[in-house]
């Protein structure tokens, strides 16, 4: 049955009622159109509004579809994206001597070539036939400030560029994998 008037309450027969579904649109502020990395990351970065779930880079920060990795594999970095600062060996001069990041300088070999460039402690000399020679150029391995929570290797296939590769910030053919 159905209720006196086409009024409705306990008393009246169940209505059959179809689904409704409800679509919500929410803009954000302007302090929430920043990408929030769990961990900062090494790779240049910035917001996109126009990012898909899918689309190369998007999702960057694993929080907002609209933070987008850029400066590799094809995706280019507009001038406000943001790049991360990296630690390398900044000298003033060019040194005659090799020199790598290590990331145990200064506390390994007593400090020996750590601080290479007067500036970093993980700047360090190698090799040559001087006082370094006995430390061995590291330039086939990756050097990270925190190790990575992704599986890495070194590459000799890697170019600036391509997918994966730079994963420290530092070595072009230290490729992050799996």
Excluded at 35 to 48: D, I, L, N
Excluded at 97 to 118: F, I, N
């Amino acid at each position: 049955g159905s209720c006196p008037g086409g009024g409705r309450g306990p008393s009246c027969a169940p209505v059959a009622q179809d689904s409704v579904l409800l679509q919500v649109s929410r803009t954000s502020t302007p302090a929430e159109r920043q990408c929030a990395f769990a961990v900062p990351p090494v790779t240049p970065y910035y917001w996109e509004p126009a990012c898909a779930v899918g689309d190369l880079g998007c999702w960057a920060d694993g929080v907002h579809v609209e933070c987008r990795f850029c400066s590799y594999h094809g995706v280019p970095c507009p001038a406000h994206a943001t790049v991360p600062a990296k630690e390398t060996c900044a000298f003033d001069e060019q040194p005659a001597s090799p020199y790598y990041m290590e990331a145990r300088c200064p506390e390994v070999d007593g400090g020996l070539g750590c601080r290479a460039d007067g500036k970093h402690d993980h700047c360090r000399f190698c090799g040559g036939d001087g006082i370094y020679k006995l430390i061995g150029c590291k330039v086939e391995e990756c050097t990270f400030a925190n190790e990575p929570m992704l599986p890495y290797f070194y590459d000799e296939t890697c170019q600036e560029g391509q997918l994966g590769c730079r994963a420290d910030g530092i070595h072009t053919k230290c490729r992050f994998c799996g």
